[in-house]
């Protein structure tokens, strides 16, 4: 593990300090753009899309750095930044609920005046032809430039169907409530949220009977061997959680709100059938490409359901395998192309279909790509920002296995590579939640002790 560690230091220093000098330059700049910005009556609009880790990355940094006479529109049908990483937790600890839910407050405080405008509301499609897009209520709104970073859905407790805080909490608090008052109990999928909800229920609730029932012969077939097979030790032999791999039992029907099921019955391979009081499924995610169905419909992966993009992260009309060539020519002496309205649509993050890792950090990086090629555009000038995945930074996660117990774990490479993993057995209850809120600048209200007591 000291290894590990080093291992993990040594990258993180790699990365860590021309990223720390980075953005201290990009600060100063947003400093000076703060102050000579200057609204004008009828701007051009750069939309964005999507309010979480990749749209909120992209929107900030647009803030620092869109010249006057365009205007940032952001789309983003929640009231709040729904921090999905600790729903696992919350789903199952009473009174954490409204911290998941974080304001974006700060976000729209810190823009220079009349740069910014956010519309809480759900986008319906996107005209890509007209360059508009239409909204659930009719409203239209023309874009120059348009971001699509809209992730993926998947049923509760994974993410809440409701856009507003209050009843996004009630929402965990059901889920709360069907977890205490059910005795056998079946988590369906053994992804990062399987494992992380199965672990918890267990470790909160020993007398409970917790079962983990995934598809294929390893949990956790997004990452690599040494974190399955830690996990498996730890939900199976620590725990005592009933882990069934390689079994595919249709999904009951599900009870009210998500994918809870109550008195349902599940069938294996084999042909026997299993009563559990209650059944959450934790698989399924659809990515929400579908606003662009009507209007590009080949945009859309017919695999993955993600939108294709180029290394520019620019959205594409047709799919081609060569495409994604990080050493690609771009041919920088070439005069600026002429934009169609294709090479006007960007997405980024979980959307959309490039070869990084479906994880929070890689749309954070992907957001710079995105800026400095809307700029690029903006000034005429052809896109040259590829976006390079880093596996090793921007696949690690942090996995909860029970109230204490977590690992970072990381690795080289989509497919294999060195791994890394460091043990703790001294996580927080809150998942030391607050450290969010100030990330994302808010210390009023839970994120920090300034002016006392926090609202919930
Ligand atoms: C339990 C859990 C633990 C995780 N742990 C980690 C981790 O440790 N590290 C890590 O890097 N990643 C982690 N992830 C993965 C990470 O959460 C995702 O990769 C990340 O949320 C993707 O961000 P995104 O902005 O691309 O999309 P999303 O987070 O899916 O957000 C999309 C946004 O777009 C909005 N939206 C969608 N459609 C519309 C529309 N039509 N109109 C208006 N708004 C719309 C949604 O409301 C949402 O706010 C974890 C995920 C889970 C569930």
């Given at each position: 593990?000291?290894?590990?560690?080093?291992?993990?230091?040594?990258?993180g220093?790699?990365?860590?300090?021309?990223?720390?000098?980075?953005?201290?330059?990009?600060s100063l700049?947003?400093?000076?753009?703060?102050?000579?910005?200057?609204?004008?009556?009828?701007?051009?609009?750069?939309?964005?899309?999507?309010?979480?880790?990749?749209?909120?990355?992209?929107?900030?940094?647009?803030?620092?750095t869109?010249?006057?006479?365009?205007k940032?529109?952001?789309?983003?049908?929640?009231?709040?930044?729904?921090?999905?990483?600790?729903?696992?937790?919350?789903?199952?600890?009473?009174?954490?609920?409204?911290?998941?839910?974080?304001?974006?407050?700060?976000?729209?405080?810190?823009?220079p005046?009349?740069s910014?405008?956010?519309?809480?509301g759900?986008?319906?499609?996107?005209?890509?032809e007209?360059?508009?897009?239409?909204?659930?209520?009719?409203?239209?709104?023309?874009?120059?430039?348009?971001?699509?970073?809209?992730?993926?859905?998947?049923p509760?407790?994974?993410?809440?169907?409701?856009?507003?805080?209050?009843?996004?909490?009630d929402e965990?608090?059901?889920?709360?409530?069907?977890?205490?008052?059910?005795?056998?109990?079946?988590?369906?999928?053994?992804?990062?949220?399987?494992?992380?909800?199965?672990?918890?229920?267990?470790d909160?609730?020993?007398?409970?009977?917790?079962?983990?029932?995934?598809?294929?012969?390893?949990l956790?077939?997004?990452?690599?061997?040494?974190?399955?097979?830690?996990?498996?030790s730890?939900?199976?032999d620590?725990?005592?959680?009933r882990?069934?791999?390689?079994?595919?039992?249709?999904?009951?029907?599900?009870?009210g709100k998500?994918?809870?099921?109550?008195?349902?019955?599940?069938?294996?391979?084999?042909?026997?059938?299993?009563?559990?009081?209650?059944?959450?499924?934790?698989?399924?995610?659809?990515?929400?490409?579908h606003?662009?169905?009507?209007?590009?419909?080949?945009?859309?992966?017919?695999k993955?359901?993600?939108?294709?993009v180029?290394?520019?992260?620019?959205?594409?009309?047709s799919?081609t395998?060569?495409?994604?060539?990080?050493?690609?020519?771009?041919h920088?002496?070439?005069?600026?192309?002429?934009?169609?309205?294709?090479?006007?649509?960007?997405?980024?993050?979980d959307?959309?279909?490039?070869?990084?890792?479906?994880?929070?950090r890689?749309?954070?990086?992907?957001?710079?790509?995105?800026?400095?090629?809307?700029?690029?555009?903006?000034?005429?000038?052809?896109?040259?920002?590829?976006?390079?995945?880093?596996?090793?930074?921007?696949?690690?996660i942090?996995?909860?296995?029970g109230?204490?117990?977590?690992?970072?774990?990381?690795?080289?490479?989509?497919?294999?590579?060195?791994e890394?993993m460091?043990?703790?057995?001294?996580?927080?209850?809150d998942?030391?939640?607050?450290?969010?809120?100030r990330?994302?600048?808010?210390?009023?209200?839970?994120g920090?002790?300034?002016?006392?007591?926090?609202?919930?």
């Amino acid at each position: 593990m000291a290894f590990d560690t080093l291992k993990i230091i040594a990258h993180g220093i790699t990365w860590f300090i021309p990223y720390i000098v980075r953005a201290g330059l990009q600060s100063l700049y947003a400093l000076y753009h703060f102050y000579t910005y200057k609204p004008t009556d009828s701007p051009k609009h750069i939309v964005v899309i999507g309010g979480s880790f990749a749209g909120l990355q992209l929107v900030k940094r647009l803030t620092q750095t869109i010249p006057s006479g365009y205007k940032i529109i952001w789309i983003e049908k929640n009231s709040h930044l729904n921090y999905v990483f600790a729903f696992p937790r919350f789903s199952v600890v009473a009174g954490l609920e409204k911290r998941a839910f974080i304001p974006y407050t700060a976000l729209e405080a810190g823009a220079p005046k009349g740069s910014l405008r956010r519309v809480q509301g759900t986008v319906s499609w996107i005209n890509k032809e007209e360059q508009k897009v239409i909204l659930d209520g009719g409203e239209e709104i023309p874009f120059e430039y348009l971001a699509i970073a809209t992730g993926s859905t998947q049923p509760l407790p994974v993410q809440v169907e409701s856009t507003e805080r209050t009843e996004a909490c009630d929402e965990l608090r059901a889920v709360q409530t069907h977890i205490k008052t059910s005795q056998k109990i079946a988590i369906l999928g053994g992804g990062a949220v399987g494992v992380e909800l199965a672990s918890d229920i267990k470790d909160f609730h020993p007398d409970k009977d917790v079962s983990l029932v995934h598809s294929r012969e390893a949990l956790l077939n997004r990452f690599g061997p040494r974190l399955q097979q830690y996990a498996l030790s730890a939900l199976r032999d620590e725990l005592g959680v009933r882990v069934l791999l390689g079994e595919r039992p249709v999904r009951p029907t599900a009870y009210g709100k998500g994918s809870l099921a109550r008195d349902a019955t599940l069938v294996y391979r084999d042909g026997k059938e299993e009563i559990f009081d209650l059944v959450i499924g934790c698989t399924g995610q659809r990515p929400n490409s579908h606003i662009l169905a009507m209007s590009s419909p080949h945009s859309i992966c017919k695999k993955t359901s993600r939108i294709l993009v180029s290394p520019t992260l620019q959205m594409l009309t047709s799919d081609t395998s060569a495409i994604w060539n990080p050493d690609i020519d771009l041919h920088p002496d070439l005069p600026p192309p002429t934009l169609n309205s294709s090479d006007r649509i960007f997405a980024l993050g979980d959307v959309a279909a490039h070869p990084g890792p479906l994880m929070a950090r890689a749309g954070f990086m992907q957001a710079e790509t995105v800026v400095q090629n809307i700029i690029s555009c903006i000034n005429g000038k052809p896109t040259k920002r590829i976006y390079k995945p880093n596996w090793f930074i921007e696949g690690a996660i942090k996995l909860t296995l029970g109230k204490k117990h977590n690992v970072v774990y990381t690795r080289a490479g989509s497919e294999g590579g060195s791994e890394a993993m460091i043990v703790s057995r001294k996580g927080k209850e809150d998942l030391d939640i607050g450290t969010a809120w100030r990330q994302y600048g808010v210390s009023g209200e839970f994120g920090g002790v300034k002016g006392g007591k926090p609202d919930y």
